[in-house]
């Protein structure tokens, strides 16, 4: 087998300098050391033997449970995540300020008033203003419908988008799903409303809804801005289909100062190239809503649990393992800003990047930003991972959030695709919890980063990563 | 096949003749003549065949939502069953008062404070008073332990029984379930507990905790006691594990007054006995966190539907089929106490009753009170189920909520056991809700319903309901 795509690793490098013959310097073809091939299947077998991302998750979810970023709880996993990596055994630990307006939300409460009056189950937007709004409701079948609403349309009124997101292994419903979040709002606003409501952007049937990050466009006053869960927006649904229906929202909310959080890092040392670093990790704030299980406290012990299983080896690979618990994702990837500006200048010793920011399911899929030259090393890692069940598809994906970033600006990556057929049932909701998490499904996402990160700190040879304006040239 | 059964009757009723030899009235033989059962295989093509059942509960969970009794939307409710028995053209429709404590719930509140602060999902018990409580949790693996704790080492502590709840298709599970509910709060005010907290009576795994009615005995000074989601449960428990942890509940709610509610009757007239009542029905009312959509529009819309299609026969049975919608089950049985008060006179003249109050899963067995003398007419009308899937299960099962007071009186009872097995995942949450319903599931309990009454109203001779104090003689 190794032959073969030997074999064919060497027809794609003669096809790449035969595509790019006019380069002055053609890039060494990267590859991955047989002694670090040999060492896969003991280290892959022990990562799927382990409990310990399991146990990091544990730890987090419930030691500290949820930790809106900017909250006491936020603070609290900071000094977890610090706490742990010391505890692992990292060689290296250390934090990185993070700022941003801090959100809070206080309190939130729905109702049908009138001859139908009940209670809605639905939850504020993260930066949602707070307010009291009563008014009919306006429904749109999705987001396309509000936004054909002629300003005015809507005037005392509030705008309900009961759009149905659609499940997919590979989470593809989201992004139609989230822009009903993201944009509604202001659209909303821009045709008059005085409030605003959505089904949940989730696959779920249960009273718990989905929050999430909205923004509203310059020059817009916002107004009060919520989710319904699933079951309410069937309900509030079929209730419209029975005539016109007031609604009153209350939230109490709001944007509440500045607050400083941390990118939490630990280094497993490279035993000869300690400069050069492939970074693995996830995020350390969640909702407030659940404990942010899936959402990311499951990222943090998959990548936590993979570089102390490597730190574990009697011979570290020669690069760096850096774990990054990155702060502040929900609420637009400040974390991942952050990290980004703070290491401008070291794109190039960043050899790869791959973060764990889409639950515990398993890992299918292994694809990579990787130029023609560290093409043949990708398939390398995708043979080492395919006895995990684990398929190469390359060219399919991007960067995970934290990590998009500093890809912008020209860092490689590297992404491990997990089923995500039910992650849109409990993302940003009360229900995402430890209960959720398959402890097996976690020990093969633990083994897959294990085994990424152990090839591409042992590859001799880089993965692209290159300042983006040297690549523009 | 009809034959043979004939054959095992008569053999039957020669030896319940030769058993009760002593007797000096023999009771006659009840049967089911055979036009009656020619009658069945449309009735209940029909009935498969129909939205109604799933139309009237759609109606009942949306247009009222929930309704816990005594509030204003149970008034609601009680207007709505009038209306709707008069819409699907009953020919007589009244209500009968019933009278009890108003408990209500405002808010409620629970945390874990200290090193590791986190909200916890938990809703108070019926009945229990309001209050804040602050206090290390004792927890106890399940009711025995919690009622082996000596008087006064909970003292200013607050009990947390962890036993969890089995899952099974009779339901059999919520016997222990609901025990730690109706008698942990007393327990633990005797070892001396400021509050209580339970993990939920059920089976799911999400954050939507199960209310349920508790109470206080007498001469106890009664504490804020509240269920915890399921997922909360197990984060307390974890928690605990790790070291002491102090919680706060703070809980407003309580009784409130007395209110007055109603059962709402329907009768579909018997063409030649109308005096002579098969009774079926479900409860009217709800808790109030979901909207009561399995517990129990589901059993409203069934027996409503069921009394409809019969109604609508060109030839209506020669009993009166009658559908009592029950006030306030949830609390403590009211509406059937009230009716079985207001009807002690009337047990021989109500023949057979079945209640519909277990969720809307499909009908797996039937059984029933029936004596010897109408075991017969009993296998006739389980004959006529059979094609629904649906066993004769003598000798299993007991009266529905609903007509138990009304049964132990006397009332002879029948029983369609639903199939329980998901009905603890929503029973007393926020999630029991319209979407929880297979629509097909639903017509399945129609169709038996619907055959059931009709073959019990059609039947010659009685199914044994007696003034108990007859039987006992």
Known sequence: MRVSLRAVAATLMMAGAAMTAASAAEPRQTHIPEAAMAAVPELRERALASDLGYEITESLTTEVGARLAGSEADARAVAWARAKFEELGFDKVWVEPVTFLKWERRSERGEVLGANAQQLTLTALGGSPGGTVEGEVVRFADLAALEAAPAGSLDGKLAFVDYKME?????????????????????????????????????DSHRNPHTGITRFDEGLTPVPSAALSVPDADQLARLLALGPQRVRVAIDAGWNGEATSYNVIGDIRGSSKPE???LIGGHLDSWDLGTGAIDDAAGIGITMAAAKLIGDLPQHPARTIRVVAFANEEQGLYGGKAYAAAHADEITAHQIAAESDFGAGRVYGYSSSAPAHAQAAGRQIAQALAPLG??????????????????????????LSQDGTDYFDLHHTPDDTLDKIDPEALAQNVAAYAVFAYLAASAEGDFGSTPAAAKEE
């Open 276 to 278: 050069e670093v492939v």
């Open 167 to 203: 499940r997919a292994r590979d989470g593809s419903g989201y992004g139609p799903g989230s822009r009903v979040r993201s944009r509604g709002p202001s659209e909303a606003i821009e045709a008059g409303a005085i409030g605003y409501l959505m089904r949940s952007a989730g696959t």
């Open 390 to 415: 684990i398929k190469h598809m390359p060219g399919t994906g991007g960067p995970g959030p934290d990590i998009s970033p500093f890809a912008a600006q020209g860092l490689a990556w590297a992404r």
